[in-house]
């Protein structure tokens, strides 16, 4: 029989993470789809519903007459924390007390729920452990930019400067949207904003210690984050060559010609799953400026999907299942593609 999976949150990471597992249920060898959910308001009533139809068990603490979470609680097997920021934290013990759930992962901001991860960094790390944090949008975009430049280990980076232009809220909500650009503080005097720290944790679980600062900004839109890296490297033949080709040819990495986050946004909408665009950052790949051992540029953050290929990834290698790499390569096969 294939896994039994809980989805907690249906903001816009987990609604499009219910999709994709049951798009791929056989692939992800997953059996049966639950979400959890506080309450369901009216006007999400006909999205459950939806759900509903193709087979998902939408329980609520709520009495709408859906079953309660604990109606579930002995069958789910691996629980998707997508709950907004420190609730993931505040619920990993109480997911714990399930008496099937082998795994669980949290999603971004909820530092400290398990060792962090990212798919192409450090699967092994996360083999067998019980909880999972899955790093944030840009900590993957920043990431896999500064691996493509750099290699694998980021063996061949010198330093890095990374600006994030963030994104003030998910689309389709009216929440925190700010009137004008907003900077961040820099709270750790040798790295910046949290984006360089988180990067730096993550590569932390292979033993690497990577030399980025980071700043950060936040803009009035709900489209796609943005940043601008300026990344030295130890030999400039690294840097030669076609950029764009070695870029385009990495797992979730992709290129553009465009300058506009709108028309990204607007090609992922037409022609992605879901209207997601699922590659950890898609370069600007006519935009870069390379000067001896010194590369600058900027790369767009899709921010909905961009860490959810992670995210079923944590899933699999938690469960220790053996075709962890085929099983990816598919899906990768499947949800991206090399330019946009």
Do not use: K
């Given at each position: 029989?294939?896994?039994?999976?809980?989805?907690?949150?249906?903001?816009?990471?987990?609604?499009?993470?219910?999709?994709?597992?049951?798009?791929?249920?056989?692939?992800?060898?997953?059996?049966?789809?639950?979400?959890?959910?506080?309450?369901?308001?009216?006007?999400?009533?006909?999205?459950?519903?939806?759900?509903?139809?193709?087979?998902?068990?939408?329980?609520?603490?709520?009495?709408?007459?859906?079953?309660?979470?604990?109606?579930?609680?002995?069958?789910?097997?691996?629980?998707?924390?997508?709950?907004?920021?420190?609730?993931?934290?505040?619920?990993?013990?109480?997911?714990?007390?399930?008496?099937?759930?082998?795994?669980?992962?949290?999603?971004?901001?909820?530092?400290?729920?398990?060792?962090?991860?990212?798919?192409?960094?450090?699967?092994?790390a996360i083999a067998g452990?019980?909880?999972?944090?899955?790093?944030?949008?840009?900590?993957?975009?920043?990431?896999?930019?500064?691996?493509?430049?750099?290699?694998?280990?980021?063996?061949?980076?010198?330093?890095?400067?990374?600006?994030?232009?963030?994104?003030?809220?998910?689309?389709?909500?009216?929440?925190?949207?700010?009137?004008?650009?907003?900077?961040?503080?820099?709270?750790?005097?040798?790295?910046?904003?949290?984006?360089?720290?988180?990067?730096?944790?993550?590569?932390?679980?292979?033993?690497?210690?990577?030399?980025?600062?980071?700043?950060?900004?936040?803009?009035?839109?709900?489209?796609?984050?943005?940043?601008?890296?300026?990344?030295?490297?130890?030999?400039?033949?690294?840097?030669?060559?076609?950029?764009?080709?070695?870029?385009?040819?990495?797992?979730?990495?992709?290129?553009?010609?465009r300058f506009d986050a709108?028309?990204?946004?607007?090609?992922?909408?037409?022609?992605?799953?879901?209207?997601?665009?699922?590659?950890?950052?898609?370069?600007?790949?006519?935009?870069?400026?390379?000067?001896?051992?010194?590369?600058?540029?900027?790369?767009?953050?899709?921010?909905?999907?961009?860490?959810?290929?992670?995210?079923?990834?944590?899933?699999?290698?938690?469960?220790?299942?053996?075709?962890?790499?085929?099983?990816?390569?598919?899906?990768?096969?499947?949800?991206?593609?090399?330019?946009?």
């Amino acid at each position: 029989m294939g896994l039994t999976v809980a989805v907690a949150g249906l903001g816009t990471v987990g609604t499009t993470l219910v999709a994709l597992l049951l798009a791929h249920a056989d692939r992800l060898g997953v059996e049966r789809v639950v979400v959890l959910r506080r309450a369901v308001p009216a006007w999400d009533e006909p999205a459950m519903a939806a759900l509903e139809a193709r087979g998902v068990i939408v329980c609520t603490d709520a009495p709408d007459g859906r079953p309660s979470p604990d109606a579930v609680r002995d069958e789910v097997e691996y629980v998707f924390d997508c709950g907004p920021n420190g609730v993931g934290l505040a619920r990993r013990d109480r997911w714990a007390r399930w008496p099937r759930v082998r795994g669980t992962c949290a999603q971004g901001s909820e530092t400290g729920y398990g060792p962090p991860f990212m798919t192409g960094v450090n699967g092994a790390a996360i083999a067998g452990a019980r909880h999972v944090q899955v790093v944030s949008c840009n900590t993957h975009g920043t990431s896999a930019v500064l691996q493509a430049l750099c290699g694998e280990r980021l063996e061949h980076l010198v330093d890095a400067d990374v600006v994030v232009v963030r994104r003030s809220e998910d689309l389709g909500r009216h929440e925190r949207l700010v009137g004008a650009t907003v900077v961040a503080r820099h709270r750790d005097p040798a790295r910046g904003t949290h984006h360089a720290v988180d990067v730096a944790r993550l590569f932390g679980t292979i033993g690497v210690d990577p030399a980025v600062v980071s700043s950060d900004a936040t803009t009035p839109t709900q489209l796609l984050h943005a940043f601008r890296f300026c990344v030295r490297v130890d030999d400039p033949a690294r840097l030669a060559g076609d950029l764009t080709a070695r870029l385009q040819a990495r797992p979730w990495l992709a290129t553009t010609a465009r300058f506009d986050a709108n028309a990204v946004f607007e090609q992922g909408r037409r022609d992605g799953f879901q209207g997601r665009v699922f590659a950890h950052a898609v370069v600007v790949a006519n935009n870069l400026m390379v000067h001896d051992d010194t590369v600058r540029g900027w790369a767009f953050v899709p921010q909905e999907a961009n860490s959810l290929p992670s995210t079923l990834e944590a899933m699999l290698r938690q469960l220790e299942r053996p075709d962890v790499e085929a099983t990816m390569a598919g899906l990768a096969a499947d949800l991206t593609r090399p330019s946009w």
